[in-house]
């Protein structure tokens, strides 16, 4: 599927839609760029929980993903699914 899309400054060109699910029991569909770091993921769910990026932890496959870690390396993973549980601190 390839979408055009705009976030802010942001434009994605190639998009992939994840589902991420929150400790309290919500979950967001988020479009995001494979090319993204999850700093950038951060920037993009922290203001619809009422957050700020710093307070939010993304937890994939029991491990909690740095700032610079690339969204197309993750989905690259054998069996990865597209959902992940987002915790606040």
Not at 24 to 40: E, R
Not at 43 to 54: F, K, Q, T, W, Y
Request: net charge positive; aromatic share 8%; hydrophobic share 45%.
């Amino acid at each position: 599927m390839l979408q055009l899309l705009s976030f802010g400054k942001r434009t994605i060109s190639n998009s992939l839609s994840v589902y991420i699910k929150t400790n309290t029991g919500s979950t967001l569909s988020v479009d995001l760029d494979p090319k993204w770091h999850i700093k950038n993921v951060k920037e993009i769910v922290a203001p619809r929980l009422g957050l700020s990026p710093e307070e939010v932890k993304i937890i994939f496959a029991g491990k909690e993903l740095h700032d610079l870690i690339v969204i197309e390396v993750i989905f690259c993973l054998p069996a990865s699914p597209f959902l992940c549980p987002v915790w606040f601190t």
